[in-house]
């Protein structure tokens, strides 16, 4: 069984349409937060209960809408709505590129991420478009890498976090294996006043990509390749070790 999660919500375009996808070759159950989590990144829910309702279309079930975060729906997912785990774990397909600076925020990448530290191997697919809601490649290119994850495994701890340009399938160039890039937020808020006169402020950041070097993710799809990058949750700067050692730090 593949579980299928995502951060948009549970009637997105994108997961419906890998959905269809992926039924035509496996068992799939969706289990979504019931209303978009956009860039919630791993948030889990701590304070309040979390509600699953079983969603049943056309007389056949789909899954699960939680009123949760994608970390939250995956882990239950993994622990108490099945009698077994998932084999494989799909998020997506997300509405807008999840590369360089963005993976860090996407509740779609954590979603498979989370499938990781439970021990299950996880994809999370991302179309770069947030005005192109064409998602039929997308989907089949995932439900391909589905597939492929299924019968090769993946290293304990890693998900594949894959994004794919918003171009004619004419104009994909090939598969690029990359790291994540350095694309930053150029951070923007919206200045507005209430009725009762009161400040509030809406998020307007626009996402700006530095990167030149050919490895990296933002790179890759900006060139039109499908960037394929194998993530952990490993947040340790391995480099940074030895010189922290070479520091004084004393009781």
């Not at 279309?57 to 622990?79: Q, R, S």
């Not at 509405?95 to 994809?123: D, H, K, L, M, R």
């Not at 999370?124 to 192109?132: D, I, K, M, P, Y």
Request: hydrophobic share 40%.
């Amino acid at each position: 069984m593949i579980v299928l999660c995502n951060d948009d919500g549970f009637r997105a375009v994108g997961i419906r349409t890998i959905y269809k996808e992926l039924a035509k070759y496996f068992k799939v159950v969706i289990v979504a937060p019931e209303m978009e989590q956009s860039a919630m990144g791993h948030a889990i829910t701590l304070t309040q209960p979390l509600k699953v309702r079983k969603i049943v279309e056309d007389n056949e079930f789909i899954g699960y809408a939680v009123n949760g975060t994608p970390a939250d729906c995956i882990k239950l997912a993994t622990t108490v709505l099945f009698d077994q785990p998932p084999e494989l774990v799909v998020s997506g397909v997300n509405q807008g590129g999840n590369f360089g600076t963005c993976a860090i925020y996407s509740g779609t990448v954590s979603a498979a991420s989370e499938a990781t530290i439970e021990g299950i191997p996880a994809i999370a697919v991302s179309l770069n478009s947030f005005e192109n809601f064409n998602f039929g490649f997308a989907a089949e290119f995932g439900a391909k890498m589905a597939k492929i994850v299924l019968k090769n495994g993946l290293p304990d701890g890693v998900a594949l976090n894959i994004n794919i340009p918003a171009v004619p399938y004419s104009e994909i160039k090939g598969v690029s294996i990359t790291r994540q890039g350095k694309s930053r937020v150029i951070e923007t808020f919206d200045k507005r006043v209430d009725p009762r006169n009161n400040d509030y402020y809406w998020y307007a950041g626009e996402i700006r990509i530095d990167e030149v070097d050919e490895a990296a993710d933002c790179f890759q799809v900006s060139n039109k390749y499908i960037s394929i990058t194998p993530v952990h949750f490993d947040l340790t700067s391995y480099k940074a070790i030895d010189e922290l050692k070479k520091w004084d730090i004393t009781l």
